[in-house]
């Protein structure tokens, strides 16, 4: 059974650091298009951060400079850096991601959400 499991998040003040992980297990392949996205209570889910297979990211205009993507294939894990978090920050993070499993590709399969609280 394909998983994507994502840990890391917590309570943290403003001005702090946090590192979520998303980490792929089951008959996986690899990770190709991977993605972050973020739901404050009340909003919609947006995106946050998105890395591509060959390696290119891009990041909402709220997290640039702030937030860092990054993976590590041969861990099937996926990163986010969160740094000089704000209280807007505020939210469950989930990760998205098309994968390459033994049975064929997988797209846009999400995984459980982790919480990400940042207190002012």
């Known amino acids: 059974q394909v998983q994507l499991v994502e840990s890391g998040g917590g309570l943290v003040q403003a001005g702090g650091s946090l590192r979520l992980s998303c980490a792929a297990s089951?008959?996986?392949?690899?990770?190709?298009?991977m993605g972050w996205y973020r739901q404050a209570p009340g909003k919609q889910r947006e995106l946050v951060a998105a890395s591509t297979s060959g390696g290119s990211t891009n990041y909402a205009d709220s997290v640039k400079g702030r937030f860092t993507i990054s993976r590590d294939n041969a861990k099937k894990t996926v990163y986010l850096q969160m740094d000089s978090l704000k209280p807007e920050d505020t939210g469950v993070y989930y990760c998205?991601?098309?994968?390459?499993?033994?049975?064929?590709?997988?797209?846009?399969?999400w995984g459980q959400g982790t919480q990400v609280t940042v207190s002012s």
């Open positions: 998205n991601a098309d994968l390459l499993t033994t049975k064929g590709p997988v797209y846009d399969y």
């Open positions: 089951g008959s996986i392949f690899s990770i190709n298009a």
